[in-house]
């Protein structure tokens, strides 16, 4: 008789930190390319033509889907023995593009619902919101990993959590909370060099300008350190999900 198992955070995170070392360069590329883009949007706000502003963050988030398939995918193919080229995840990813839109307006949706909702509604909507956030966690992978259409990735992901909602929710919550204890003390250290280096006497815009540095610099360490601690956690925990489905569906009913 196959048993499915539960899901062991502790075992995540031994996991992702053994792992990690020898993965960390191919995702720092992954995400310095998405830095880049940033950069662009930026520099085009700062140009401030508005049809290049629009086209700039349009860029931005179908590029920053490509890079989080093509993230899930390698790091997928690396986890399950397959080693394959960055270029190789990105033209996976591309070649996707029309489901990853489709994601792209789900994500367009809810923000414009939580914008246009008032303050009580959306205090109403932090529970559900907290549910469908963990069984909609993996529909991306699904996408990604098993080439499905965007309603069957919903379903895949609707599947996987079912039966293991809490379990899935305290694994997300683990690796946010370890998250945070490596980000705190560079966030406090920053924090604290920026306003030993503040003088007295500086006006506004000096102090902004320090600011703006010093969350730049918080912003930079989340995408180059924790985003890729974070990737690999989750495509750990996405495979241990699937092939507990997997198992599970083996059972004698």
Known sequence: MVRTQSINPGRL????????????????VFGLSDLAVVAAVGLGALIGAP????????L???????????????????????????GSAFRRAI????????????????????SI????????????????SVRLGFVLHGITVDNLSFTRGIRHSLN????????????????????????????V?????????????????????FTFTGVSVVFVFIYLVIIPFMTVYDTLLYKFLRANKNKSNQLPS
């Open 60 to 86: 931005r988030l179908i590029f920053s889907r490509w890079v989080c398939s093509a993230v899930i995918y390698y790091t997928y193919q690396y986890l399950s023995g397959n080693r394959i080229s960055i």
């Open 117 to 132: 909702s008032a303050p009580y509604l959306l205090i109403i909507l932090i529970i559900p919101g907290i549910y469908l």
């Open 51 to 58: 049809l290049i502003t629009v086209l700039t963050i349009l």
């Open 160 to 187: 996987l959590v079912k039966g293991h909602w809490w379990s899935t929710f305290i694994a997300m919550i683990v690796v946010l909370i370890v998250s945070l204890i490596f980000l705190t003390p560079i966030y």
């Open 13 to 28: 995170l031994k996991d992702t930190f053994r792992t990690i070392g020898s993965i960390y360069i191919p995702l720092l």
């Open 95 to 114: 070649s996707q593009t029309p489901r990853l839109i489709l994601l792209i307006l789900g994500d367009f949706l809810l923000l414009l619902i939580l």
């Open 189 to 209: 250290g920053i924090f604290l060099i920026v306003a030993t280096l503040i003088p007295d006497s500086a006006n506004y815009q000096v102090i902004s300008i």
